[in-house]
């Protein structure tokens, strides 16, 4: 009786330990949406200023007035298209927005000529702005990415005479009256950044 007894109580412990490990299930579903992102950023050099104030300067332009740097972030391939108005003293004076040019160069992952395209990379080349787009940056072999990828320094000019710019030195426009009078001019540099299908 004495072993009946104890393999009753085995078989009741067993039914009891396999009572308690019964399980019940429920799911959660998950979503996840991947959205299109298109991110422009100038990222320092925001301000420029061109000071004429030495004969050569007139003459034969001033190379290097400083750098924008910009940053792109996008999911899928891009251009970059740039614009100005002509500059003005606030008046009715003004200069040909064609003085002013711009080369770029790659500083990210991607680079001019592989992944991105460029036709203005050299002060030799640079590109006299337009009061209408012109593209500036296009997508080579593919470009989208994150601002480690897309990081580029825009390298402005004026009175060069380079590439496509204005074939007239500041000191030829003034004496011919293309640019009324000296003083202060503004203008603001567009940057546009488009999707590509």
């Known amino acids: 009786m004495k072993k009946f007894t104890f393999i ?24 996840a949406v991947l959205s299109s992102v298109l991110n422009l950023n100038v990222t320092g050099g ?6 004429f104030d030495t004969p050569d300067k007139y003459n034969l332009g001033i190379d290097a007035v400083g750098t924008t740097t910009v940053t792109m972030e996008a999911t899928s391939n891009w251009k970059l298209e740039i614009n100005a108005a002509d500059f003005s003293d606030g008046a009715s004076a003004t200069i040909p927005i064609n003085n002013l040019g711009v080369w770029c160069e790659a500083t990210g992952a991607h680079t001019i000529g592989a992944e991105v395209t460029c036709s203005n990379t050299s002060l030799a080349t640079a ?47 003034l004496s011919d009256g293309t640019i009324a009078n000296l003083g202060t001019f503004t203008t603001t540099v567009n940057l546009t950044l488009t999707a590509l299908p």
């Open 8 to 31: 009753l109580l085995v078989a009741l412990a067993g039914f009891t330990f396999k009572a308690q490990c019964q399980t019940d299930a429920e799911v959660v579903n998950f979503t």
């Open 46 to 51: 925001g301000t420029q200023t061109a000071t």
């Open 127 to 173: 590109m006299g702005l337009s009061s209408t787009d012109q593209l500036l940056l296009d997508n080579g072999s593919g470009n989208s990415g994150d601002a480690s990828d897309n990081a580029f320094n825009l390298n402005w000019t004026m009175g060069t005479m380079q590439g496509t710019m204005n074939t007239n030195s500041i000191f030829q426009q």
